[in-house]
């Protein structure tokens, strides 16, 4: 059976600051959501509209291919600018493909926060 990538879960926000028992919090990240699996050997990005973001972001493709094979992971990609989240260059960086794309990648290198494991080893641990 082949395992295909979830639709990324979406935060619900809420006014208040204290949590009901069980429940867990996370600050709003300024970023692009987007999902990642290594899978046989090949890296798969998504966004949230099921976009193919790889060509943008090689350092994070490169990355990814060193996790464990049969890992999936839900996040958002960020771009940090001195010491703050940058959406603009984050932004910038969505257009660049090739040598732009490498360029762009040292002068604005993206980062991915994963935010849940989704699946390891092959085995499916979201639900």
Do not use: C
């Amino acid at each position: 059976m082949t395992w295909t990538l979830p639709e990324p879960m979406l935060t619900t926000p809420t006014p208040r600051r204290d949590l009901p028992p069980g429940m867990a919090g996370e600050p709003k990240w300024d970023g692009y959501r987007a999902l990642l699996s290594i899978d046989a050997g090949r890296v798969e990005l998504r966004s949230r509209r099921g976009t193919d973001p790889r060509a943008a972001f090689p350092e994070i493709v490169e990355g990814a291919a060193q996790l464990r094979d049969g890992t999936a992971l839900d996040g958002e990609l960020v771009v940090w600018e001195e010491g703050r989240l940058a959406f603009e260059r984050l932004q910038h960086r969505m257009q660049r493909r090739g040598t732009g794309a490498a360029r762009a990648a040292n002068e604005w290198p993206a980062n991915f926060v994963a935010f849940d494991l989704l699946r390891l080893n092959g085995n499916d641990i979201a639900h």
